[in-house]
T-cell receptor, first 110, second 112 residues
Framework: AQSVTQPDIHITVSEGASLELRCNYS??????LFWYVQSPGQGLQLLLK??????LVQGIKGFEAEFKRSQSSFNLRKPSVHWSDAAEYFC????????FGAGTTVTVRA | DSGVTQTPKHLITATGQRVTLRCSPR?????VYWYQQSLDQGLQFLIQ???????AKGNILERFSAQQFPDLHSELNLSSLELGDSALYFC???????????FGQGTRLTVV
């Protein structure tokens, strides 16, 4: 069975500081991994995805994620956050049919 | 714009009622997925259709049903609604190979 754990429910970060969101997955084969962002009242926007190849994946809005098979992790990072990055972030695993983590809410303070 | 269209965007209805949510997938996508996002359960996969046939089932209640029509649009029917059914319902679609799913903006259902 596939599953995702996002250990951090809520993270507060200062504008301009770096951000790292953790994601651990369980999957029977080579995983397809995704990070989505959801602003309040909005839909899901895909930030980046990993299917195979280079384990460091670049996404939109300056985000990147690193796939580490040995740690079953796919952590999301951004070097310098902007106030507009305040949102909920979801890690997901699967092909088409996705299993989502519980999400991490990011608050950005001035 | 993902190319996946969901209607209506918002729906308010009373307990015990029945509603239908509609999803138009991206042009050419054969698979449609339905997800429910609630405060209690988070984002959960409900059901998948592929070219008109049910392909996979997740945590979908018996009061809920879905179908996919020949033009590939899909409908999610929710009946005997309860307060706990209030949620954001997402539709997603994917093409052949089906690895990446594109999400619609969701339908927010409020049961009062």
């Amino acid at each position: 069975a596939q599953s995702v754990t996002q250990p951090d429910i809520h993270i507060t970060v200062s504008e301009g500081a770096s951000l790292e969101l953790r994601c651990n997955y369980s999957y029977g084969a080579t995983p397809y991994l995704f990070w989505y962002v959801q602003s309040p009242g909005q839909g899901l926007q895909l930030l980046l995805k990993y299917f195979s190849g280079d384990t460091l994946v670049q996404g939109i809005k300056g985000f990147e994620a690193e796939f580490k098979r040995s740690q079953s992790s796919f952590n999301l990072r951004k070097p310098s956050v902007h106030w507009s990055d305040a949102a909920e972030y979801f890690c997901a695993v699967g092909a088409g049919q996705l299993s989502f983590g519980a999400g991490t809410t990011v608050t950005v303070r001035a | 714009d993902s190319g996946v269209t969901q209607t209506p965007k918002h729906l308010i209805t009373a307990t015990g009622q029945r509603v239908t949510l509609r999803c138009s997938p991206r042009s050419g996508d054969l698979s449609v997925y339905w997800y429910q996002q609630s405060l209690d359960q988070g984002l959960q996969f409900l059901i998948q259709y592929y070219n008109g046939e049910e392909r996979a089932k997740g945590n979908i209640l018996e009061r809920f049903s879905a179908q996919q029509f020949p033009d590939l649009h899909s409908e999610l029917n929710l009946s005997s609604l309860e307060l706990g059914d209030s949620a954001l319902y997402f539709c997603a679609s994917s093409g052949i190979g089906g690895v990446r799913a594109f999400f619609g903006q969701g339908t927010r259902l409020t049961v009062v």
